[in-house]
Each structure stands twice: as structure tokens, then as C-alpha cells.
């Protein structure tokens, strides 16, 4: 089976950030440590609603008024654990459509790799990951030193594709080139820029911001893409001459302003 | 009984703040994951001083030695919920004064809700908290869907005063109008903007804010008022035209620049 | 014995974060839940390449592969405690270079104090603490009321010395003027802003700093103290004028600038 690769085009993308606006998704995110109050805000920016809700006694109960949720396995430990494969079986259940970010998974962590393999079972609407990430939930070695690794991402796309079979789900793997695909079709994205890896939580907000775009979408895929491609624009355009904390904030704003200029 | 509302004026405002600023009050803060960096910053932006305690072994004796306490319920869980029981027991015994944020309380969070019912026992000094958070503590039904839930304030005021008199507290409900009373006396604040809803955590450290006001004060009802002002102020002067990450710097920079024009 | 104290010169400064620049350490941070994001970013902007791994079943395999290791106290708990000694324990086991950061041991909190005293024990490469924090580890008192300590920096410089002597260690007390000692040599590093203590997490980065610069390092006394004048540095260049908001992002663009125009 021959698959071909589609650019994502820009003129696809106003339809999915629009719905966001206009639904304002209630996204249940069970993220890392690192990254929750930049979450949180990128969610904002865009136009959805977080809300981190990760007792065990809360969990199951908020993924049934959640529009959306999103796992990621970034700072995962015992605790933890125990919600998110809770919250996964309840989205499985009610249907709710979720996000697995399997970050850092590979062989200096097998701890978290069993977690994500566990629930990998749990049908995630979408995998968010790195090329190493990816390439570690087949079964395929990584030199992944952590979570940045910059395996290219041309290397996993024919794991991505049939993880995405195999699981009935779609895999997207970001890097230089961004690459979305349900196991039948491809889109890819280009575009970005490398400052995006320099500064931390990108690739975790982008997977919270796939969760809010996939937040009742008649089709994941396209809305997948969409959220992949406003990261990487909004990345071209926020400012990098003052340095990497000036990087940081000017990224929130042009999120927030795709939003206040499209609606 | 016919309780009047009393707009706050900005001349009530200075001796609050110098004394926050002259004693830089030590506010033991027990918060969610999302805010816990905004809201050491935005304390010691104030001029307070910020200090994140949380274990079980740590809790009681940090509240003897701290000049005020906030709990807020954002992200608790098991081993939280206990230690923030066990240092409002604490400043109960001890008097000192604490501030009650449940966040999120609600129907689809009957566990948070349940551990704020028991912390109301422990004689919050203030309680802190959107209309819907506010509701929810007095056993009426709300539609909140999360913590930004937009009730209007107005249709909480009801709820907050008979609160307020039943547990012996000061209850303020922040939104559009802000609302603060002890149940004999009520102060209103209009003003504010509506970007403070648009970043995440403002409502939660004006929380730690109103520890730090209430901390040595002899009129925590003013006390508390004059936090809720500060904070719309600030989010009044803070520049909203370069999108929300911008606004958010700008947001504490107006809170330090209160601090240092006052001094 | 007479130690004499050697102003650390600039000419010093620039091998080591070359070093940095070009080895990427992967520094394995276990650090409080106040500045995980701080943290990351601040060593995203010198060029290291962080990871926040705290879980007990993932720490000692983390640690083999990381290139240094920080443990940091500030929000140090029952579970994170047990993580934290494991981790020191594999680190001494593999002798890799780790970093201990006291945060906040005292009077007042005597459960930290003693888990730092059981962390020294396990040979930490460097010791960072404010003076107050230094003067808790050699078991004398202080007046600290909390992380920001006032005392100076000159009052611990004995202990500082004892304790370097004794554990076989290098300490560093940071302050008005920063301190840099194995027990025989001392560096001195003045300069720096006050405004550097009224935004969060600039301590504990720069004990992650620390952490970067001692990777595969051949000095560490000098690759500690080439960390603290960075931070000295870039915290006089950032921007003070607009607000403390506006500081905390300049700092990071300091940070960041100097990585960019070494290279």
C-alpha cells in the first residue's frame, strides 16, 4: 500500500480554530509538572478552557463533563499513574476523545514506558509525540537521550502509520517536519522554528492544544493538523530577537491573537 | 435586615499596602500546581514573602511561624487535602489568619467539594472564590462547568452574606463586580478587565494576596478589599495590546510598581 | 590555617560555558514544584538539556544516563523524599556530579532539615544554599524565617568552609556576594541586582546552573562559580525598569544572549 503525503494547507485551518472560539472546550488536562501554568495559559490563548483535575477520586467523574482530555506522562509517578490509566478507561467508556503524550518514554525509563504502552490499550483518540517518543511505543529501539531528542521525523513515519493502524488512532510526530496520520492519510507541516525546542513546553501545550481542537470535531485528523500547524505559525511569528524568555511570552501573545483576529 | 453596599473607594487603599510592604508578611502558601510560580511572584511582588510548604510532617509547624495561611483546593489529592487539614487545624488553634480558596468546587467534584465543607469548619478568616465556588459552599445548586465559571457575582451575594454569618468569615466573590462581606457589611469593586479571566491564576493569587493583607491586620474586611482592588487595578494598567502572555508580564509588573510608587 | 579569597575573575568565565554550550549535559532535575518551569527554561537558555524525573521506580536508571544531578528541597514531601535519597544514592554509587540545594532547611522546618542532613551524606559534588540555609547544615542556629534569609553571607563563610572540609564537598553561599569553597580555595563573586530576589525560582535555577556547569567537568570549584557570575550577570543586564514581570523575562534573555554570543 502506497500511501501519499498531503501539505496541510493554511485555507484548511479557519474552520478548526473557529470552533474552538465558539465551543470553548472544557479540555481536562493531566500534564507534568513543568509545564502546567504554560498549559494552562497556551489553552487560554487559544480559547479553550483547562482545567487540571488529577485526584484519583476526581478523575473519572470530571472526564465525564470534559469535552476533551489529555495525558502526558512528563513527571508520571506512582499517584499519578493510577489516575491517568482511570481517566483513560472512563474517556474509552463515554467515548470522550483524549490525547496520549507519551513524553520521554525510551530505554532510560521503562517505568513510564509500561504506562504508555497500558495506555496505548485505552484507545487515545490521538498520540502526540517526538520521533523517539514514537518510535519507542513500537517496540523499536531509540538512542532517545530525554525529551528533546531530535531523531528526525521522517525516521518514525512508518511506525507512526502503523501505530496508527494497529491502535486505530492517529499519531503525530512533530519536529522540523510535522507529520499527522491515521494509518490512511498523511499530513504534513513545515514550517516553525527551531527556537520552539528552546524553551520549555511546547511540544507538551501543542499536545493540550490538540485535545481542545479534537473537542467534539467531526474529523480529528484535519483538526489535529490544524492545532499542529497554529503552533508552528505562531512559533514563525512571535519574537526571538530579545531572547529566549521574551520568546516564551511573545508565543502566548500571537496564540492569542490568531484567536482575537479570527473571530 | 437591610445591608447596604458600600462602593470601596481608592483612598482606603495606602495603609493596607504599606503595611504589607513595611512588614512583608511570610504567607505560607498551600496551592494548586498550575499557579504555584505566578503566586510566589505575584507575593513578592506585593512585597510579601511567599513560602510553598505542603508535606504532612512539615504543614503545622510552618503555619506557627507563618503570619498568614492559603489553601486552595485547585489540584488537591490525597496527600494534600490531608496536610492542608492538618494546618487549618493549626491556624485555628493558633489564630492565624487563613484564607479559604475552593477552587472548582462543584457537582462534577464532589471530593474537593466535601474536603471544603470540612475546611469551612476550621473558621477560614476569608473565603475566596467565584459566584459558582461561592454557591456551591451553601448547598445550592450551580451550573459551573470549571473555575472560571461566569455566574455573575450579583447572584451570589445572597449565598456569601448568610456564609459569612453562619461561619463567622468573610466571604468575596470576585468576578465582574467583586463583592466582600462579612455579613454585616458589604463593600463592592467594579473596574478590573476582562483579560484577567483570559490568563490562568489570577483568581488564585489574589487569594495569596488577601493572606498577605490579612496578615497582622487589624481590619481584614478592609484588608481583603484592598487586595481585590490592587488586583483590578493592576489589571487595569496592565498592557493588554500585545496579546496575553504580554499581559500577564505586564499584570505583575503593575502589581511591583504599586509597591515601589507607594513606598 | 589562613584561606585567602580570590575574586573570581571574567577572563574564568568563558571555557566553562563553552563547555556547556557545546556538551549539552542532561541534567536530571528534582526540584520543587514552585520553579519546575523557571528551572527548565533557565537551562534551556545556557544550552543544557533538562529533565524533571522524580518518580521512586525511574530515578536511579535516570540517573545513570544524566549527566549531573540536582535535588533540590523547597517542596520536598514524604513521597519525593524517598525518590530523592535514592537518587543521591545512584549518583554516588556512578559518581555522578549532583548538586544539593537546601531550600528552606531551619528551625521551623526540621523534617527537610534532617533529610538534608542524610543527603550530605551521600556526597553531594556542591552544596548551595543561602547563608542562613549553609549555617542550618553545620548545626548551628539562625534566625531564617524562611527561603529568602537575610543573613549574610560573610556570617557563614566559616561554616562554609568547615562543611566543604568535612563532607569533603564544595558549598556555595549565595548573597550580596556569593561564596565559592572546597575547604582550601575560596572565590568571591560581587555585583548582581536585589532585584534578583524578589522574582521566584533564581536561587534554585541557578543550583540547576550549577548542576549544568559541573557536568564532566575537570574543576567543578571553578565551573560552580563561572555558574554564579553568570547568573550575577545576566541579572544586572536584564531589565528593571518596567516591573518585576518584565525582569523575570529579561533575565531569561540575559541568559539566553549569552549562550548566543559565546558560541
New interface residues.
Given amino acids: 500500500m502506497l500511501l501519499t503525503i498531503k501539505p496541510f494547507q493554511a485555507v484548511q485551518f479557519p474552520p478548526f480554530i473557529k470552533q474552538v472560539q465558539q465551543q470553548q472546550p ?1 479540555v481536562h488536562c493531566m500534564t ?7 498549559t ?2 497556551v489553552l ?2 487559544i480559547g479553550a ?10 478523575v473519572s ?2 472526564v ?2 470534559a469535552n476533551s482530555l489529555l495525558i502526558n506522562l ?6 499519578t499513574a493510577k ?1 491517568m490509566l482511570l481517566a483513560a478507561a472512563q474517556a474509552k467508556k463515554t467515548q470522550t476523545p483524549w490525547v496520549l503524550d507519551p513524553a ?1 518514554v525510551g530505554l ?5 514506558t509500561n504506562i504508555a504502552k497500558q495506555l496505548l490499550l485505552l484507545k487515545p483518540t490521538v498520540i502526540r509525540g517526538n520521533a523517539s517518543e514514537i518510535l519507542v511505543l513500537d517496540e523499536q529501539n531509540s538512542s532517545s ?4 531528542s531530535q531523531d528526525s521525523t521522517e525516521s518514525a513515519l512508518t511506525t507512526a502509520i502503523s501505530l496508527a493502524q494497529k491502535y486505530e488512532t492517529i499519531v503525530t510526530i512533530t519536529g522540523k517536519t510535522d507529520y499527522i496520520t491515521n494509518g490512511k492519510d498523511i499530513y504534513s507541516i513545515t514550517g516553525g522554528d527551531i527556537a520552539l525546542t ?4 511546547t511540544g507538551c501545550s501543542l499536545s493540550a492544544m490538540v485535545a481542545a481542537f479534537i473537542a467534539n470535531s467531526m474529523d480529528p485528523l484535519l483538526a489535529t493538523a490544524s492545532a499542529c500547524f497554529m503552533m508552528k505559525k505562531a512559533g514563525e511569528l512571535a519574537n526571538k530577537q ?5 520568546y ?10 490568531f484567536n482575537i483576529s479570527d473571530k
Fill in positions: 472544557l507534568n509538572d513543568v509545564v502546567q501554568n504554560f494552562a495559559n487560554l490563548a478552557s483547562p482545567a487540571m483535575v488529577i485526584a484519583e477520586h476526581e467523574s470530571f465525564r463533563v512528563g513527571t508520571v509517578c506512582g499517584n489516575s520521554a532510560a525509563l521503562p517505568y513510564r537521550k530525554g525529551p528533546d528552546k524553551i520549555t513546553g530579545q531572547g529566549l524568555g521574551t516564551a511570552v511573545s508565543l502566548l501573545d500571537k496564540l492569542s491573537l
